[in-house]
């Protein structure tokens, strides 16, 4: 399909041109309106900073603040299509939830009735490409400028000039065509005509891929008396059914949640479109009495267009509320949650690559799931199992049961389940780096990165122990199988104290508690250095058993600061004057050396 | 462990904030901390008073000695920081 879509285009553009001169006046202001949404976009994403995106996380606590906030974003970007994205963006990250995301799609179609208002309150009235010229000349001074802010309103206002000047070419084209071509010869009447109109709008929408440039076709030839009113309804509500492709196409780099949610927008959509179909006449009937209520001309079929326009969104809503969580029970049943294939990464995809709270939200998850792979491959390393030690009231007494070797290959589960997550996640957070994040995030992302890397060499050291952990612990051999049980006793316990951590309450958690842990672990070194000595000395244990352990216990303190490390940055405050707080209270390794005071 | 590191890391952190590549610290700040903390240092106490093996209080001890020294440390920063 894709594969014909740029040969079909370019030559129906081409045979345009051909048949009617005129059509490159409106082919071209179409281009530059698309031309212009592209640049609020852009300046959009970088006035943002985040603030959209903190925004759209608070703004989905209840279903009407969802839909509010879908009505006001969108009519603040004047896209739908961006709001959209950005929704099934941030639903991919795991940020909001599906029907804080339905919500945000109910509003956005709201929202985006401002559109029509604007073109025909506005672009049809005044005389706007005067506005255009200045606005797109000033733009570029601030597009060059090195201030991200500035450089956001340069683009901002440049799309806005944009958006302008392709209206104005758009309207130039459509009132050429009225002294040539009657196009209302092909006006069509009865269902066959709503049929049709409305199929011109959805493509219309599809191939331009903005229901604002169709709502501004539509306005524009209705205008130029070019189209009926009634073929013009038909065509708005087609507009409708189409602008869905965007969310479409933004879902298919999405996770499942993404793609939920693009289906309930293609739900509400086709719904609100058989509605409005069906019932065409009596809105038609109720456009004319709101019309005459709020002082429109009969005859302003433009201003009534827009009228139709937000009565039949906002009743779309309306039918579509009640309804809400039985759409949301259909779109979990219809799109399954895929069972998760743990050694694969599970929320580093590219529909939260946009937006940088998204970016770290995704990351941070994604370190977590390497932690929960590198903790399970850990454990059965050392003949352990995650659910006995997690669950255990004496540490050291289950790892004493322990005494069966797992049926483990830890090289195979090593590069199956950590080693391809560590790479999607630096691959991931190299390609961050490339983007212009804000400091404050460009710094936490590279500390998750480093997260990821301890938890990969704390891995690494237990590799090393594996081969002595299966000769010495699978049966009892005296004060060997005792001095590895030791260590296998501490390396389970600080996952469990890291365990306890992940799930304390963010208001009582301290990524300082780790300095107990990190202090226990020196004097467990220290008085396992004496223990050694002392079990030589007596005969107990032999030089070679006592040099391989002392190698052994090497690796094994090494995972467990390793660990202590990874914890300490990944739970520490994400408030930076806080976290700053944090670093200052932190015992440096010298603070170790030493017995505590008190 | 003592306060004479804790000294020297404030020295260096006021030095960062002068050029600018930290956030300045309010006593707020420091206050949330102190209350995580002591919190912290109350539940371990507790643990202590309930457990019932001697390994276990000596570990739990040693704990409850590192908290006391982060609330002491935060509180020396409490009243240094403003």
């Known amino acids: 399909m894709t594969r014909y879509y740029l040969p079909v285009a370019i030559s129906a553009l081409l045979l345009a041109f051909w048949i009617s001169p005129n059509a490159q006046e409106i082919a071209a202001g179409v281009a530059i309106f698309l031309f212009g949404m592209l640049m609020l976009e852009d300046g959009f994403k970088l006035l943002g900073g985040g603030m959209l995106e903190r925004l759209l996380e608070r703004a989905t606590r209840s279903v009407s603040r969802s839909i509010l906030f879908g009505i006001v974003s969108t009519t603040v970007l004047q896209s739908s299509s961006l709001v959209s994205v950005i929704t099934i963006s941030f639903l991919s990250a795991g940020l909001i939830s599906l029907m804080g995301g339905v919500g945000i799609i109910f509003g956005a179609n709201i929202g985006t009735t401002t559109g029509a208002w604007l073109i025909a309150g506005l672009g049809l009235k005044v005389n706007i490409a005067a506005y255009a010229m200045p606005m797109i000349a000033l733009s570029i001074v601030f597009v060059f400028q090195k201030s991200r802010v500035l450089r956001g309103v340069g683009y901002a206002l440049a799309g806005l000039g944009f958006l302008f000047l392709g209206i104005h070419h758009m309207k130039e084209g459509f009132d050429a065509y009225k002294d040539q071509i009657d196009l209302l010869r092909f006006a069509l009447p009865g269902l066959i005509g709503l049929v049709v109109y409305t199929l011109l709008g959805t493509v219309s929408t599809v191939v331009m891929q903005s229901s604002h440039a169709t709502m501004v076709l539509i306005l524009t030839a209705l205008s130029a008396g070019q189209i009926t009113y009634e073929n013009a309804l038909a065509l708005a509500i087609g507009g409708n059914v189409g602008t869905t492709i965007t969310a479409i196409i933004g879902s298919l780099s999405a996770n499942f949640q993404g793609k939920r949610l693009a289906l309930a927008h293609l739900v509400f959509n086709l719904t609100t479109a058989a509605v409005a179909l069906i019932f065409i006449a009596q809105l038609r009937d109720a456009v004319d009495w709101v019309s005459a209520t709020v002082g429109i001309d009969a005859d302003d079929y433009a201003l009534k267009l827009a009228v139709f326009h937000t009565i039949f969104n906002v009743l779309g809503v309306a039918l579509m509320l009640p309804l809400m969580r039985r759409l949301v029970a259909f779109l979990e049943r219809r799109i399954v949650e895929p069972v998760p294939d743990v050694s694969r990464p599970r929320f580093l995809n590219a529909a939260v690559d946009a937006f940088p709270e998204t970016l770290e939200s995704a990351l941070r998850k994604e370190v977590l799931h390497l932690y929960e792979n590198a903790t399970e491959l850990i454990l059965h390393g050392l003949n352990l199992h995650r659910h006995e030690i997690f669950e255990s009231a004496n540490i050291a007494e289950t790892v004493r049961k322990s005494r069966t070797a797992s049926d483990l290959d830890i090289e195979e589960r090593y590069e199956r389940r950590v080693k391809t997550l560590y790479s999607a996640i630096v691959e991931f957070t190299t390609r961050a780096g490339d983007k212009r994040l804000p400091p404050e995030i460009a710094q936490r992302v590279y500390d998750l990165r480093d997260v990821a890397s301890d938890i990969v060499q704390a891995v690494k050291s237990v590799k090393h122990l594996r081969k002595n952990v299966l000769r010495y612990t699978v049966r009892p051999e005296g004060a060997v199988t005792e001095l590895y049980d030791g260590l296998r006793t501490e390396i389970a316990r600080i996952l469990l104290e890291i365990q306890k951590l992940e799930q304390t309450d963010p208001e009582d958690r301290s990524s300082l508690s780790l300095d107990q842990e990190h202090a226990q672990i020196e004097e467990d070194a220290r008085s396992t250095t004496r223990h050694i000595d002392r079990l030589i000395r007596a005969g107990k244990l032999k030089p070679d058993a006592a040099t391989s352990f002392l190698n052994d216990s090497a690796y094994a303190y090494g995972a467990m600061r390793q660990l202590i490390e990874a914890a300490r940055r990944f739970y520490i405050e994400r408030d930076s004057s806080m976290a700053e707080v944090e670093r200052l209270l932190a015992l440096e390794d010298e603070d170790f050396d030493t017995e505590p005071s008190g | ?82």
């Not at chain 2, 003592?2 to 030095?15: I, P, W």
């Open chain 2, 1 to 82: 462990m003592g306060l004479k590191n804790l000294a020297e890391k404030v020295d260096e952190y006021n030095d960062r904030l002068e050029q600018g590549k930290v956030e300045k610290i309010k006593p707020d700040h420091v206050k949330k901390v102190l209350k995580k903390l002591n919190k912290k240092a109350s539940q371990l106490e507790s643990e202590i008073a309930s457990a019932k093996k001697e390994e276990k209080k000596v570990r739990l001890s040693r704990k409850l000695a590192v908290a006391r020294e982060h609330v002491a440390r935060a509180e020396w920063l409490l009243d240094n920081i403003a």
